[in-house]
């Protein structure tokens, strides 16, 4: 595209409403490996969002906690799509300060792809009622095809999260937790279990050869179950795949979610497009960032992902007797290393940037990156 971000946005007291597209991604710090919901992997959608722009305080129950809400109404693209879906979002965290030095945060991410008209399964409802259905996380008209009648209408994709954040001197310490889910079984009832990312961080005011630390670990293996659902399981999760919006939670061709999840094709499986064919992974990633020297900056990110597919395939190649290229889990490596130059010249930064992904998983690749950064007022 010609821009990436290309947006306007209105401020009004402690409430902002947003037209355009601006990269709204989840994040908990500039080390993660991104978040399950949206990170910066894909190209930012294009919304008309309404929220906070800052945590605004409550009574509730004499206890006194601040609250954030978003709720947003965009456009998903795809190849796959005859006429492009509604991506309906909405958030609500809330912040609970412990003491002077520490809060607990916790909150929901719900987004839902629906109306449209795609290839198999024709065109979608999009009807207000409709839009009323999916806030809601309700059945299909009768309108809808028969299994949006029995489930939820719409692919709804989303992620409960936690933090605690602990100020000691200079230090900030952060723990947090992102659980997703693709269904009620990991929306109401976590079946999905111990499926999320797990992560720590650590940041220094001061600038020194490790300011910033993060650890997160990725685990989503479970997915409710190795059983595919029915009237008494409730398995096969899924993440980011749907059999009715068959690009899964993609826009124009890049996964909108974490980017440890991988894209591609199989024909005559899933589906005969792209679509997300590994989602059972465990990952370990590693950031660090610091000062070198007085104008000399680093940060550096190293991930190891053991990836095993996604159950459909897994059942599909086992039933005919076929070798399952994911089998064992595939190992893949990627890593990044930024050297960041300030005020090289008046008011200019420079960036070198090296990464790197080999392994099993992925064609072995080495990237470079030069970015010249000027910043001036008119």
Do not use: C
């Not at 020297?293 to 159950?311: A, C, D, E, M, R």
């Not at 190649?317 to 990627?334: A, E, N, P, T, W």
Request: hydrophobic residues 35%.
């Amino acid at each position: 595209p010609l821009f990436n971000q290309l947006y306007l946005k209105l401020n009004n007291n402690n409430f902002y409403i947003q037209i355009g597209k601006k990269s709204n991604r989840f994040k908990f710090n500039t080390l993660s490996s991104g978040s399950l919901v949206e990170s910066s992997n894909a190209e930012p959608i294009p919304k008309i969002l309404f929220g906070n722009i800052d945590y605004r305080a409550i009574n509730f129950f004499n206890m006194n906690f601040q609250y954030s809400i978003k709720i947003g109404h965009s456009w998903i693209k795809s190849p796959e799509y005859i006429k492009d879906p509604f991506l309906h979002e909405k958030s609500l965290y809330i912040r609970k300060n412990i003491s002077e030095n520490s809060s607990f945060k916790m909150g929901l991410n719900h987004m839902v792809i629906w109306a449209g008209e795609t290839k198999n399964h024709g065109k979608q409802p999009s009807e207000i009622s409709d839009f009323f259905r999916i806030i809601f996380a309700l059945p299909g008209s009768e309108n809808s095809i028969k299994e949006e009648q029995k489930n939820s209408l719409g692919n709804h994709i989303g992620a409960w999260t936690f933090s605690y954040e602990k100020k000691y001197k200079d230090m900030t310490f952060m723990f947090y937790l992102e659980h997703p889910f693709e269904d009620e079984s990991g929306a109401r009832w976590l079946l999905n279990e111990f499926d999320g990312l797990y992560g720590i961080n650590i940041n220094q005011k001061e600038a020194s050869y490790i300011s910033n630390f993060t650890y997160e670990y990725l685990n989503t293996m479970d997915q409710s179950g190795s059983s595919g659902a029915s009237d008494s399981t409730y398995g096969w999760d899924n993440y980011y795949n749907h059999y009715l919006y068959q690009s899964g939670w993609t826009n124009n061709g890049r996964v909108i979610g974490n980017p440890l999840f991988t894209l591609g094709t199989n024909i005559g499986r899933y589906s005969d497009g792209n679509y997300i064919i590994n989602n059972r992974l465990k990952a370990h990633h590693f950031g660090f960032q610091g000062q070198i020297f007085k104008k000399i900056y680093y940060k550096t990110l190293f991930t190891y992902s053991q990836n095993f597919g996604i159950y459909p395939d897994e059942d599909y190649f086992k039933s005919k007797g076929l070798v399952y290229r994911f089998d064992g889990g595939l190992i893949q490596r990627s890593g990044l290393i930024e050297l960041m130059i300030k005020n090289i010249f008046s008011d200019v930064d420079l960036s070198l940037g090296y990464g790197f992904d080999n392994g099993e998983l992925l064609y072995k690749t080495d990237s470079f990156m030069l970015n010249i950064n000027h910043k001036f007022e008119l």
